[in-house]
């Protein structure tokens, strides 16, 4: 079967997410002791690109998913995300697709469920204005297991990410595409240490945890 081909081979190294959709299972699709697997590969895929914030969002997303199920595995549909801040506040609109990808939570678009609501989804994804990001961050959300109303705020920050300077000048060659094949692949490449980072090896206090009563 035909498979896409990316061309960062660390793409491969990175956990996975593990998430049960009993959705899936009711209707079929899977057998009952199955999960979905998630890569970050998805999340690329959902954005069209990678880069600081869509690795930034899968990151978050594994870190908070562990911090509320510990070793079991989460339940897709069952979990309910909160940004703080409106949608279109920095990159909380991005982020929150891949967060949507994965939890399965979605906003007023989102599936409404099977006789009477069940396995619904809809209105699980929302934004807070009231709720003031820390204006370092990037982000912050709010994640909450609807089973045992377990809630944890997760904040993203990347501003210690190092920028390589040669990064100003080729970008410009990247994205116009006015760059040679060498400079094209030499930005992909250092744009790529970052994201590596923040898979991978994510500075201390670039994810921060804190469980809310």
Not at 12 to 20: C, D, L, R, Y
Not at 89 to 103: C, D, E, M
Not at 130 to 151: L, P
């Amino acid at each position: 079967m035909e498979q896409t081909k990316f061309n960062k081979s660390f793409f491969n190294s990175v956990e996975p997410i593990k998430i049960k959709d009993p959705l899936a299972i009711a209707l079929g699709a899977m057998d009952k002791n199955e999960a979905f697997v998630f890569t970050y590969t998805d999340a690329v895929k959902l954005a069209g690109h990678s880069c600081p914030a869509v690795s930034g969002a899968y990151k978050l997303t594994q870190l908070a998913l562990k911090s509320l199920y510990g070793n079991e595995i989460p339940v897709r549909g069952q979990i309910k995300v909160t940004f703080k801040e409106e949608i279109d506040q920095k990159v909380n609109g991005p982020i929150s697709q891949v967060v949507a990808l994965i939890t399965g939570a979605a906003g007023e678009g989102g599936f409404k469920g099977l006789g009477g609501g069940r396995y619904s989804r809809h209105n699980l994804l929302s934004f807070d204005e009231t709720k003031h990001t820390d204006e370092d961050a990037v982000c912050s959300v709010i994640f909450e297991r609807m089973d045992n109303n377990k809630r944890i705020e997760i904040s993203y920050r990347n501003y210690m990410l190092p920028v390589n300077p040669k990064m100003g000048d080729l970008m410009p060659l990247a994205v116009t595409g006015k760059g040679s094949d060498a400079e094209i692949k030499e930005f992909g490449e250092l744009w790529h240490e970052r994201v590596k980072a923040v898979l991978m090896n994510p500075p201390q206090g670039m994810f921060v945890i804190k469980e809310l009563s």
